[in-house]
């Protein structure tokens, strides 16, 4: 490698990082924010056009920054379109699933997220439970994420924090 192209390098790093933190002020703190599945998916793609503009001598720091700058304002819309249309709330984002309730494994739940028991029994050691019978609810989060809420008291779980959580059959 020669001097020259350890200055591009260097060069393109400084311009492609400024450009990202320009974009992140103007969109907002949710440009990296994984809420949702289609965050995750806008964080890869950022990632991978970041690498590109870096490593290939070919792409220019201004076509990188058009491509970021669609990446993201396309996150933005459709962000703000799930918030405020509930059709596409509805067809393009995936509901939490809970997959363990009351301290009994949902195994059809399991099932149909494509989770193992040693996977879930993992993220209960993580959650710090020492017994099922403190697990009010183990939610698989639409981004990936498993949420655990313990506790060994009877007291029940807040109805807001399943409010956007699918419950069917739960109560039967």
Same mark, same amino acid.
């Given at each position: 490698m020669t001097f020259e192209d350890s200055l591009w390098l260097i060069a393109s790093v400084l311009g492609?990082?400024? %450009? %990202? /933190?320009?974009?992140?002020?103007v969109f907002g703190l949710r440009t990296f924010a994984k809420m949702s599945s289609f965050d995750?998916?806008?964080? /890869?793609?950022?990632?991978s056009v970041l690498a590109s503009i870096i490593l290939n001598s070919d792409y220019s720091l201004l076509k990188g920054? =058009?491509?970021?700058? +669609? /990446? =993201?304002?396309f996150q933005t819309l459709f962000s703000y379109l799930v918030r405020t249309n509930s059709f596409f709330q509805r067809w393009f984002t995936n @509901?939490?699933?809970? =997959?363990?309730w009351n301290g009994k494994i949902l195994? @059809?739940?399991? @099932?149909a997220c494509n989770v193992g028991e040693d996977d879930l =029994?993992? @993220?209960l050691r993580e +959650?710090?439970?020492h017994d099922f019978k403190e697990v009010k609810a183990v939610i698989f989060e639409s981004t990936g994420d498993v949420s655990v809420i313990h506790n060994d008291s009877n007291k029940e779980v807040e109805p807001r924090?399943?409010?956007?959580v699918n419950t069917q059959e739960l109560y039967v």
């Amino acid at each position: 490698m020669t001097f020259e192209d350890s200055l591009w390098l260097i060069a393109s790093v400084l311009g492609i990082f400024t %450009i %990202i /933190i320009i974009i992140t002020r103007v969109f907002g703190l949710r440009t990296f924010a994984k809420m949702s599945s289609f965050d995750f998916a806008s964080t /890869i793609a950022v990632g991978s056009v970041l690498a590109s503009i870096i490593l290939n001598s070919d792409y220019s720091l201004l076509k990188g920054g =058009i491509v970021l700058t +669609a /990446i =993201i304002g396309f996150q933005t819309l459709f962000s703000y379109l799930v918030r405020t249309n509930s059709f596409f709330q509805r067809w393009f984002t995936n @509901k939490p699933q809970i =997959i363990m309730w009351n301290g009994k494994i949902l195994y @059809k739940r399991l @099932k149909a997220c494509n989770v193992g028991e040693d996977d879930l =029994i993992a @993220k209960l050691r993580e +959650a710090n439970v020492h017994d099922f019978k403190e697990v009010k609810a183990v939610i698989f989060e639409s981004t990936g994420d498993v949420s655990v809420i313990h506790n060994d008291s009877n007291k029940e779980v807040e109805p807001r924090l399943l409010s956007d959580v699918n419950t069917q059959e739960l109560y039967v």
